[in-house]
């Protein structure tokens, strides 16, 4: 599922009620039918800049969250082994993050995020700051790690086009405080082919008419920002 919506409107807001990372003022949130009261277990949360600590390697950093939950020895080498090489960077375990890229760190985070399988994935904005075709491959990448894996990924995007290659759903939101103003369902078969699935004549229509839901709400949010005192 991913979540567009104007700067400012909740949509990161969302994401943090639901890890349990904030609180929410009124109301309630459930998580599989358990309200949230303090950090929602079973969860990972890749956030727009990665969280890697500089002063440990690609291996140690995604080995962090197994050791966070007391996962050790040949298991832990196992399954960092294992992640490290899905998301491609094979050779690059003794390196630190100031040695990779833009692209390869966001690998790194991602493996970091998956290496204990979290069967719900939150993602925010997570490949905004990439140029274009490092874009399409993290995204590319994405979709071939979630496809038959079961997992539920809720994505946070500013980018009509990429909220209709990844979802299965998209939910437009209202200028803030956020409302769901529209959610549409994409039919567009999988597995899908980042590129090639801008081209198919349902995406350019989805496209249309998810952007004039969203261009009325941008607009509102924008004059607001502009004659606020």
């Not at 759903?169 to 980042?194: F, Q, S």
Request: glycine residues 8%.
């Amino acid at each position: 599922m991913a979540l567009v919506g104007p700067s400012g409107c909740g949509k990161s807001t969302t994401l943090a009620l639901v890890s349990g990372l904030d609180r929410s003022s009124s109301g309630s949130v459930s998580v599989r039918g358990t309200p949230v009261d303090g950090i929602t277990p079973g969860l990972g949360f890749l956030f727009q800049r990665d969280a890697l600590l500089p002063w440990k390697t690609v291996a140690d950093n995604v080995a962090l969250p197994l050791q966070l939950r007391g996962v050790k020895g040949d298991e832990a080498r196992r399954r960092v082994d294992e992640w490290v090489g899905r998301v491609g960077l094979r050779g690059f375990e003794a390196s630190f993050p100031y040695q990779l890229s833009g692209g390869m760190r966001k690998r790194v985070a991602l493996a970091q995020t998956l290496v204990y399988d979290p069967e719900i994935l939150l993602m925010d904005e997570p490949f905004s700051a990439l140029d274009v075709q490092t874009r399409n491959l993290m995204e590319a990448e994405l979709l071939e790690l979630w496809q038959g894996s079961g997992k539920t990924v809720i994505f946070v995007t500013h980018d009509l086009e990429e909220a209709i290659a990844l979802a299965d759903e998209v939910i437009v939101m209202t200028a803030g405080p956020a409302r769901v103003k529209a959610r549409y369902e994409v039919t567009l078969p999988r597995p899908r082919d980042i590129e090639q699935v801008r081209f198919d004549p349902r995406f350019t229509e989805l496209y249309s008419r998810m952007w004039n839901d969203l261009r009325d709400e941008v607009l509102k949010s924008y004059a607001r920002a502009t004659t606020a005192p």
